[in-house]
């Protein structure tokens, strides 16, 4: 394997690991594609640094446990904002009107 590929791999591994990121969260931070990530985390890692690898692999079993709890989060956010922006609509009044 090339030794640029290694180099990147270790680098999103120790990232994913610190701050305890999914898939989607490291390729927006290094800017590259999710399956590229994906790739690089499933092939690339175990033959670059397999004790990493290993640990990697415990954080994504982690991270598709939980993705039904953090849709449904994001899901009870987005209806509760949407109920309060609907709320504050309802209690502006025009300016030109008399009471």
Avoid: W
Wanted: one cysteine or more; proline letters at 2%.
């Amino acid at each position: 394997m090339d030794e640029a590929i290694a180099q990147r791999c270790i680098a999103e591994a120790r990232y994913m690991l610190r701050h305890r990121t999914t898939i989607r969260q490291t390729a927006a931070a290094f800017q590259l594609s999710k399956s590229g990530i994906h790739k690089d985390m499933l092939q690339h890692l175990p033959q670059a640094d397999a004790a990493l690898a290993r640990e990697v692999s415990a954080l994504l079993a982690y991270n598709k446990a939980v993705r039904h709890l953090r849709g449904g989060e994001a899901t009870r956010r987005r209806y509760a904002q949407e109920k309060s922006r609907k709320s504050a609509e309802c209690l502006q009044f025009p300016e030109n009107t008399l009471y």
